[in-house]
């Protein structure tokens, strides 16, 4: 193989926008876990996301609506995991993995007539002088506005979890929803605004594969990556920041796979699209070896329903 | 004085009981009232109520004469109702000042909340640093948490929940220090509890439940501890009894003993060792989470350590797991009934097999017996008097005082050699502990060694023979309980930690009074 055919400045420009749709699905998920929810139908979300935004953009021409679209599509989506495990009080490992085959089976369905059609192109934004600085400028600032939304996305999800009152309050519903309860705090409603932006949040990752990444529709195009963004919350042990570290190695692995495919590398390329979770494993093995569970920072109700007794 | 909160005809029912049966009376302000009653009489749902947790079926309250229905917590705070719970309502990942901010209204900004949290604690003789994370504080140090928060909010009328349950007996005079202080700048407290001695020395008058009715209220200052016993448990209990006899061999012999925790704001053990006798009962007492749970795990075999930390007549079983210890006869009865004493959706025959199909030779060949299990369960029910249709019910359905009988009876009927116990009588009627308590004295009459270890003082002043206080994971030479006052037995406890004293000649005073009601 020819290591030196590889571009590296392209590989690191493509790495952010390989990275934004799992920031994107992990981020919400991570507000939704720290919630104390635990909704694995991520993939479900992102795919009805990626249809439903790619046929809105398509049938009005903008991308913005497109997003807009994929966004309320995703937190509807949600919802249904939310009605079935906050007011039913279903099994929400079980919920969460239904959702995500019925995601998968549903947009196959409504995306039937857009298969083949070819998306828009969304423009790359460019700054005068910051963007034509060479190497820094084409990797960090000439991607489409995506990129940049979902790095605010980010650091406001920090600063509201971490400086608000709201933020602290979707801790503490996480943290022990029968003392929230106690204290006169509306678990279940808090925790279906969580759900909902989690699944907003999924919608507009699953767009921006759709809409600016490839862009068109597949069948099953997220491929894997709502897994992803879910391997990538326990990665961060549930802190934005790390999230979007992970965000952009995982990213990272998936555009030196491509390339290095491309350059002609031996070595079966499964071995990095396994690399991801193997990470992961590793990370949730090192960081429990402590045998405590505040150092892994797990929201002390993740996956636990709450019904309000008396 | 004139009536700050009163309280006409509430009723409250759940389906199959009712919690509250037109319930009636009033606190005036600045007063001290006691709600008294057993578990399960009520009291718990009746300060839900007035806290707007729970709606009443029928019924009015009055606030300063106006009506007064709150439709949620919060409602019942901005109008000067305070709580502090009895299981502490506290998020252990969070910080002091966080949790005190999410019990407020209008939580100022973190800074001046924190300013806000030191000055009003150390006033108060209750000294928090709000930057600690919750998890870390001792059980004394969380109640600062709730009370603080309370107090931060300038209420009329507090209500503590079971307040000193977890408290050592100078945090008791502290606490009662600072209710006293707040009691004369005009706050009303009301108390619950189901401690004649506390209610005595600190409230000005009571009110007491039995099955959800008021039966009586009084001036607990004129009543003896046993009238007002009387009156809560309808009946007059009597002392458990025991025939004295001589201390036998040594059976169990703990050495060296060192443990991991077993969760993550748990408390490790620090070289514990202590020995019992055959037919002596050994009490060890503490406050919650100073390394209880943890002595039970390395005791029963759950946590398995070097050989020779535990023997059991000389062999060494430090490393055996539960089984071969059960089979060596030392059987163990932890703490939480429900999911650890007891699997709650199994039945009780099932229950029955899970700890004696080796004693009780449940199994055959890897089948089970299930005749002769179902006669081991219902030998149980009828031997401690357990109130359940019948064994094939499941664990859960049992109420607590009865499933208590059962766990425990389980344990006794296999005859052990050692039986260790955790907490036999939390959360469980007068009647039901009183019978445990038998239970106790008569195994270790008959020979057994019995490690009872418990927060509840009274009950191992009762039943010990020797009494011995694990402190942060660190255990004190046992001493012969009888004759042990509760300053001497506070100090073993690890004294007031480091509360301060809002002020020492009132905490003296109290004192004297709650030294006169145990003497």
Not at chain 1, 91 to 118: E, M, P, R, W
Not at chain 2, 182 to 210: F, N, P
Not at chain 2, 432 to 446: N, V
């Amino acid at each position: 193989m020819d290591i030196s055919s590889i571009n590296w400045i392209l590989l690191l420009a493509s790495l952010m926008v390989a990275a934004t749709p799992i920031l994107l699905a992990a981020i919400g998920e991570l507000v939704t876990e720290r919630a104390g929810v635990l909704n694995l139908g991520v993939e479900g979300m992102m795919i009805t996301g990626a249809i439903c935004g790619f046929a809105v953009s398509v049938e009005t021409g903008s991308a913005t609506l497109g997003f807009v679209a994929a966004a309320i599509a995703g937190a509807a989506f949600s919802l249904i995991f939310g009605l079935l495990t906050q007011f039913l009080l279903s099994n929400q490992v079980a919920t969460g993995l239904a959702l995500t085959l019925f995601g998968l089976g549903f947009s196959a369905l409504i995306g039937q007539g857009y298969i083949g059609i070819k998306g828009l192109s969304v423009p790359h934004i460019h700054i005068p002088v910051i963007s034509d600085i060479p190497v820094l400028g084409p990797i960090l600032f000439r991607h489409d506005l995506m990129v940049y939304v979902s790095i605010l996305l980010v650091a406001a999800t920090w600063a509201v979890l971490k400086y608000t009152r709201a933020g602290l309050i979707l801790r503490a519903v996480g943290e022990n929803h029968d003392a929230a309860h106690a204290l006169g705090y509306k678990v279940v409603r808090i925790r279906l605004m969580a759900i909902a932006f989690g699944g907003a949040c999924a919608g507009l990752g699953g767009a921006y594969l759709s809409i600016v990444r490839v862009p068109q529709w597949t069948e099953g195009m997220t491929a894997g990556a709502g897994w992803i963004a879910l391997a990538l919350v326990v990665f961060a042990s549930w802190k934005p920041w790390r999230v979007l570290i992970g965000a952009y190695l995982f990213g990272g692995l998936t555009v030196l796979q491509l390339n290095l495919q491309a350059a002609g590398l031996k070595v079966p390329v499964e071995y990095l699209s396994m690399s991801p979770y193997l990470i992961t494993i590793l990370v949730l093995v090192i960081m429990s070896s402590g045998r405590s569970r505040a150092a892994l920072n797990a929201p002390a109700e993740l996956g636990r329903s709450f019904h309000a007794s008396s | 004085m004139t009536d700050l909160l009163s309280l006409q005809g509430l009723t409250k029912a759940y389906p199959g009981v009712v919690a509250n049966d037109d319930v009636s009376f009033t606190i005036a302000e600045g007063e001290i009232h006691a709600l008294l009653g057993e578990n399960g009489a009520g009291k718990s749902t009746l300060v839900k109520m007035i806290y707007g947790l729970v709606k009443p079926d029928s019924g009015a309250m009055q606030l300063f004469g106006a009506p007064y229905a709150p439709p949620e917590p919060r409602a019942a705070r901005t109008s000067g109702v305070a709580m502090v719970f009895q299981h502490f309502s506290l998020f252990e990942a969070l910080t002091v000042a966080e949790n005190v901010g999410l019990g407020m209204e209008d939580a100022p900004p973190m800074g001046q909340l924190s300013r806000e949290i030191r000055e009003v604690s150390h006033a108060y003789g209750l000294p928090l640093d709000p930057r600690r994370l919750v998890g870390d504080l001792s059980a004394g140090e969380r109640q600062r948490v709730e009370i603080v928060r309370c107090l931060l909010q300038d209420p009329k009328l507090l209500i503590m929940d079971e307040p000193t349950s977890v408290l050592t007996p100078q945090e008791v005079e502290i606490l009662f220090a600072t209710l006293n202080k707040l009691k004369a700048e005009g706050t009303s407290i009301l108390y619950i509890s189901h401690k004649l001695e506390e209610i005595r020395a600190l409230c000005d008058g009571a009110t007491v439940l039995r099955r959800g009715k008021v039966v009586g209220s009084c001036d607990p200052r004129e009543k003896s501890a046993a009238e007002l016993a009387e009156l809560m448990v309808g009946e007059a209990l009597t002392p458990p009894e025991r025939a004295p006899a001589a201390h036998g061999e040594v059976v169990l012999h703990v050495a060296g003993l060192t443990s991991e925790h077993v969760d993550a704001f748990g408390t490790k053990l620090q070289n514990v060792g202590f020995e019992i006798r055959a037919g002596e009962i050994l009490g060890i007492g503490g406050v919650a989470g100073n390394g209880q749970d943890e002595l039970l795990s390395a005791l029963s075999g759950e946590t398995i350590g070097p050989e020779e930390t535990v023997r059991i007549r000389g062999e060494a079983v430090g490393h055996l797991p539960p089984n071969a210890r059960r089979l060596r006869g030392m059987l163990t009865a932890p703490e939480e009934r429900l999911g650890h004493a007891a699997a709650p959706d199994m039945s009780l025959t099932e229950n029955g097999i899970l700890s004696g199909w080796q004693r009780q030779d449940l199994t055959r060949a890897g089948f089970l017996r299930r005749g002769a299990a179902r006669t081991f369960a219902e030998e149980i029910i009828e031997a401690f008097d357990v109130r359940t249709p019948g064994p094939h019910v499941a664990a859960r359905a049992l109420s607590g005082g009865n499933l208590q009988k059962f766990v425990i009876g389980r344990e006794i009927l296999q005859q052990p050699d050692i039986l260790v116990v955790n907490q036999p009588t939390w959360g469980v009627d007068a009647a039901a502990a009183a019978a445990i308590r038998q239970a106790l004295l008569d195994l270790a009459s008959k020979g057994a060694a019995v490690l009872v270890i418990s927060q509840d003082l009274d009950e191992l002043m009762e039943v010990s023979d020797n009494f011995a206080a694990l402190n942060a994971g660190h255990l004190s030479a046992p001493r012969p309980a009888r004759g042990l006052t509760m300053e001497q037995i506070g100090l073993m406890l690890g004294g007031a930690h480091d509360m301060d004293v809002a002020d020492p000649a009132e905490a003296h005073h109290i004192k004297e009074i709650y030294e006169e009601g145990h003497s």
